[in-house]
């Protein structure tokens, strides 16, 4: 075979190896290509999830036509009556506004006084009695300070005689203002003992003399003027302690 032929020969061979190689690398190309079409298109693909579908809303309860009762009112339906036997009673002042009126350095009651006594205090204590449930009322007689002259005193002899009723012949003698102010407690309570609408409490006498001024206070100093005010009666009720 001669140098040309040989020469052909060797060209043919490189030119099909050659189109071997091309068609190789088209094909592992196009494969390429098809696995990178395919990756794009599973991208561009939108993901679908699962979607959580709302709570269902609860089904609307029947309405309660039933009337509405007014809750009772804790401070009127609910409050237990004031039980009066746990009260106190009121203090009862005989004032002289009110027509109960003593003169100087006397334990006299004039007839307005008594008709006072009878007409209306009376009446007032038989109902305070009766409501707050007492047994002992007090007859509180008090002074001013304005001295007595002296004199002798009858309340350790005729004191007891007098509060039971026993004529005298004339008022109490008294010497100092302690014993005035006992002498009118008991020209007072004298009389509420008499009455039988009192007949079921025990009616006691005691004397504040000039000891306790107006407004509940001690006295705190010496004023020897004649002050009507301070020449009082007070009632004060209360129930028998245990065992008296």
């Known amino acids: 075979m001669s140098l040309r032929s040989r020469q052909s020969l060797l060209h043919l061979q490189m030119g099909q190896e050659v189109i071997y190689l091309i068609f190789t690398v088209s094909l592992m190309a196009a494969f390429l290509l098809a696995l990178y079409a395919l990756h794009l298109e599973r991208k561009l693909v939108p993901v679908v999830t699962e979607i959580e579908a709302p709570p269902a809303e609860p089904e609307p309860r029947p309405l309660d036509l039933t009337p509405i009762k007014p809750a009772p009112n804790p401070g009127i339906a609910l409050q237990a009556e004031p039980d009066p036997a746990s009260e106190l009673p009121p ?24 008709d006072k006594l009878r007409g209306e205090l009376v009446p007032r204590l038989a109902e305070a009695a009766s409501r707050y449930r007492i047994d002992v009322i007090e007859v509180v007689g008090h002074t001013d300070e304005v001295p ?17 009723g026993v004529p005298l012949g004339g008022d109490l003698a008294v010497s100092d203002n302690v014993g005035l102010g006992m002498a009118r407690a008991a020209a007072v309570a004298r009389e509420l003992i008499a009455d039988p609408r009192l007949g079921p409490y025990s009616i006691l006498p005691l004397s504040a003399g000039q000891a306790i001024d107006l407004g509940e206070r001690l006295a705190e ?5 004649d002050i009507r005010e301070r020449r009082r009666i007070e009632i004060r009720m209360r129930r028998r302690a245990q065992g008296g």
């Open 91 to 114: 203090i009862l002042a005989l004032t002289e506004a009110e027509g109960y009126f003593f003169e100087l350095g006397s334990a006299a009651l004039t007839d307005s006084f008594v």
């Open 148 to 164: 007595l002259r002296a004199r002798a005193s009858s309340l350790d002899r005729d004191l007891l005689d007098y509060l039971q």
């Open 221 to 225: 100093s010496r004023v020897e003027k």
